[in-house]
């Protein structure tokens, strides 16, 4: 079993950045692809961004893509999310996310076994 622990949400201006960090416990993540997801309030929850296992795979988002960077530090057992050019529309909860099995980078919801609890990243305008 693996748990995720993300932090680094909060409030920034348009134009922004933040940098957010997922730590996993109870099971070395390195074996596992990677996920950042979120969801604003009234939709659904979507892919932002997923690094495979070796981290030589990299996917985005349209939305994210140049603005966004994924990387992960398996030495940590921690994936990270840089973003940059925060916009308001990014404001949601952001989740970490584990796929046990891909070594592709899973834009799927549904690949991921394992989520955290989320972190609140807010972008005012």
């Known amino acids: 079993q693996v748990q995720l622990a993300e932090s680094g949400g909060g409030l920034v201006q348009a134009g922004g950045s933040l940098r957010l960090s997922c730590v996993a416990s109870?099971?070395?993540?390195?074996?596992?692809?990677m996920g950042w997801f979120r969801q604003a309030p009234g939709k659904e929850r979507e892919f932002v961004a997923a690094?495979?296992?070796?981290?030589?795979?990299?996917k985005y988002a349209d939305s994210v893509k140049g603005r966004f960077a994924i990387s992960r530090d398996n030495a940590k057992n921690a994936v990270y999310l840089q973003m940059s050019g925060l916009k308001p529309e990014d404001t949601a909860l952001y989740y970490c996310?584990?796929?046990?099995?891909?070594?592709?980078?899973?834009?799927?919801?549904?690949?991921?076994?394992?989520w955290g609890q989320g972190t609140q990243v807010t972008v005012s305008s």
């Open positions: 109870g099971r070395t993540i390195s074996s596992y692809d």
């Open positions: 996310a584990a796929d046990p099995y891909s070594s592709l980078a899973n834009l799927d919801t549904r690949a991921y076994d394992y």
């Open positions: 690094i495979n296992r070796s981290g030589g795979i990299t």
